[in-house]
């Protein structure tokens, strides 16, 4: 693990029974966050960007689901640990102070019966265990202040029913942080908002990683946020990175086919009747194992040796990744 990564995944494989079969929901995903960058994660939906995500905080039903490869987190203390091989009291004292998470629905993360207020002093004072009630409050009204929920004091009083969608996220963002996590983990957190509060949103968590200097993964089916938002980004297709790169090398010199299909089907102008370029084809099924490359039907450039081999990510320029044939001029 390098001394600048403090989430290292390798060789990560996420199975799930379902009754359909074993879904191999993670074929093998690798991925480096570095101490203060916002890393986007970014793909199509059923790609397996969120089972990736979920399974640095374990929060998969482990019954139904089978994990192999490794999570490495550096910690606060600096120490390394493998995250998959945590007992789960372990795991469970790590969420919220060293990883903490934020989805696209808030409504359903906050209890309708009890006012913002009395929710994060009892969440600050389950993880804080000799915190008084008056030094939570004080630091929910400083939380509540740094997201931007102004008067804090008054908003404090208020039910989740009174705050609009954007102001519900600031507020989740504003417990996500409660307990200084190294890592704050933003699952679609703007998709469910119209254009200009995904606007302030965004800026309000770039100016927090700027301020507090957590990092961010952010994941996201949208290529125009990792845009503004991301210092790199890794793409995802089936259960696998594909390419990972700083965010200029990606839209500037993509490499991976898919990558560039999802660049040109950015919509340019966002006027009406702009005509919208899409990727023909669907995804593979992750029931049944995937020979050779993943993306092989929906690609424009694939032989024979892409639809029986599996291409292994290589070095294809200064902190710029890729796993295509093409990379390593076996496909012309
Ligand atoms: Fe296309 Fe072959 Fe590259 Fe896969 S390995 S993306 S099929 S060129």
Redesign the pocket.
């Known amino acids: 693990m390098k001394n600048d990564v403090i989430v290292s995944i390798e060789n990560l494989h996420v199975n799930l029974m379902t009754t359909r079969g074993v879904v191999c929901a993670v074929r093998g995903a690798d991925l480096d966050i570095k101490k203060g960058e916002i890393h986007g994660l970014v793909g199509e939906s059923g790609c397996g960007k969120t089972m990736t995500s979920k399974s640095i905080l374990r929060l998969h039903d482990e019954k139904r689901m089978l994990y192999e490869g490794s999570i490495k987190l550096r910690d606060s203390k600096g120490s390394i640990k493998d995250i998959l091989q945590l007992p789960m009291n372990e795991v469970r004292k790590m969420r919220g102070s060293e990883v903490s998470m934020i989805f696209q629905d808030p409504v359903v993360s906050l209890n309708p019966l009890l006012t913002i207020g009395n929710q994060m002093v009892e969440m600050l004072r389950t993880h804080y265990q000799d915190m008084t009630k008056d030094q939570a409050k004080q630091k929910t009204l400083k939380l509540l202040d740094l997201v931007g929920i102004k008067p804090a004091a008054e908003r404090y009083k208020q039910y989740p029913f009174e705050f609009s969608g954007g102001m519900l996220q600031r507020i989740m963002i504003a417990m996500a942080l409660s307990c200084d996590p190294q890592l704050l983990i933003a699952d679609e957190c703007t998709t469910a908002l119209d254009v200009t509060t995904q606007a302030q949103i965004l800026d309000l968590m770039k100016h927090l990683q700027e301020t507090i200097g957590m990092s961010i993964l952010f994941i996201t089916h949208n290529f125009g946020v990792v845009a503004e938002i991301c210092d790199r980004a890794s793409v995802m297709y089936a259960g696998k990175i594909?390419e990972t790169s700083t965010v200029e090398d990606l839209f500037d010199h993509p490499k991976?086919?898919?990558t560039k299909a999802l660049i040109e089907s950015i919509p340019k102008s966002g006027r009406p009747g702009e005509k919208l370029v899409t990727i023909p084809g669907a995804p593979p099924s992750l029931v049944k194992p995937i020979k050779?490359?993943?993306?092989?039907?929906?690609?424009?450039?694939?032989?024979e040796?892409?639809?029986c081999?599996q291409?292994e990510m290589i070095q294809v320029g200064p902190g710029h990744e890729c796993?295509?044939?093409?990379?390593e001029g076996?496909?012309e």
């Open positions: 594909v991976h086919p898919y050779g490359c993943a993306f092989a039907e929906r690609c424009q450039y694939a032989n040796n892409c639809k081999q291409p796993a295509c044939f093409l990379s076996k496909v």
